[in-house]
């Protein structure tokens, strides 16, 4: 069992800055890969991947934020971040951490966003302002 609370989402304005923090906890953290994911606009729940990072450092991005978003893993502290920078309005979203017991940080970044063995955090909302 692996629970996920995220922190950091706020208000911010374009062109700038945000860290959202990923807190961990539970067992065998280490044989999991870590990602991001953003809520993409609509009714439905469907999610976008943005990021993923697995124990050994392993990243990978989406195209959509490559380049503007670092995904990066305190293994010590167990917290999973994500680094935004030149934000822009379309970046305001709810975030979500996810948890993937199978995979790689390559297919989490660019597979599909829902997965039987993937665990979520309840999301943090970010808002940007013109």
């Known amino acids: 069992q692996v629970d996920l609370v995220e922190s950091g989402g706020a208000s911010a304005q374009v062109g700038g800055s945000l860290t959202l923090s990923c807190e961990a906890s539970?067992?065998?953290?280490?044989?999991?890969?870590m990602g991001w994911f953003r809520k993409i606009p609509g009714p439905d729940n469907e999610r976008e991947p943005l990021?993923?990072?697995?124990?050994?450092?392993?990243?990978d991005y989406a195209d959509s934020v490559k380049g503007r978003f670092t995904i990066s893993w305190d293994t010590y502290k167990n917290i999973v971040y994500l680094q935004m920078n030149d934000l822009k309005v379309d970046d305001s979203r709810k975030y979500f951490c996810?948890?993937?017991?199978?995979?790689?940080?390559?297919?989490?970044?660019?597979?599909?966003?829902?997965?039987?063995?993937?665990?979520w955090g309840p999301g943090t909302q970010v808002e940007v302002a013109p």
């Open positions: 996810a948890a993937e017991a199978k995979g790689t940080a390559q297919t989490v970044a660019h597979g599909p966003w829902w997965g039987k063995s993937r665990l």
């Open positions: 990021a993923a990072v697995s124990v050994d450092g392993t990243t």
């Open positions: 539970g067992d065998n953290l280490s044989s999991y890969v």
